[in-house]
């Protein structure tokens, strides 16, 4: 294996597996990254093979409420600013044919909130079965129930979706970024 394939592959077990605190203090790799590692599935499925858009949101933030509830968690409201910026990310995933958190500092940004989550998946043809997947890997479960998050968007563009969601609190120039995101590809 040559040097260039060595680093590619380094790269992307960081963008894949990657948590931080953007604060400039520290990077952590989480013990297990919880990702699917097997090839990404391309974009094969058509309207008839998926729910509407809508409805897909609908179903995959009923689970993940669902899912916080019984973990004694609040649930997430949709966020019209959310859903826009997941849209955007969820086109240029499927403009690229790669599933990627490429921006997600300026995502985040974008928001204007203090902690933000991101998943992010490709080639699964109903929210259930997204859900148990994001549900049965670390980083995934993790993101659907971290305590702060009160707000989400969810975006579906071919086969990729996005979730993004973050707390109910206006950031400060001053205040510290908390901000976390993984992904997952079916094969």
């Given at each position: ?57 609908t179903n995959?933030?009923?689970?993940i409420n ?122």
């Amino acid at each position: 294996m040559n040097i260039l394939a060595v680093t590619a592959a380094s790269i992307l077990f960081l963008l894949c597996a990657c948590s931080h605190e953007p604060v400039h203090e520290s990077y952590t790799e989480p013990q297990h990254s919880g990702v699917d590692r097997s090839p990404h599935r391309t974009a094969e499925a058509g309207p008839s093979n998926h729910p509407s858009s809508t409805q897909f949101h609908t179903n995959l933030l009923s689970q993940i409420n669902h899912y916080r509830a019984r973990s004694g968690l609040k649930p997430l409201s949709i966020d019209k600013r959310l859903t826009t910026i997941a849209k955007g990310h969820c086109s240029d995933m499927n403009r690229s044919q790669m599933l990627s958190h490429r921006n997600f500092q300026q995502r985040f940004e974008q928001s204007g909130h203090t902690t933000c989550v991101e998943n992010i998946a490709n080639g699964y043809r109903n929210p259930k079965e997204l859900f148990e997947a994001w549900q049965n890997s670390n980083g995934h479960d993790k993101n659907m129930l971290e305590k702060d998050i009160r707000l989400a968007g969810i975006s579906m563009d071919g086969p990729y979706v996005t979730f993004f969601a973050c707390d109910n609190r206006a950031r400060s120039h001053s205040a510290k970024a908390r901000v976390t995101y993984d992904d997952h590809s079916k094969s």
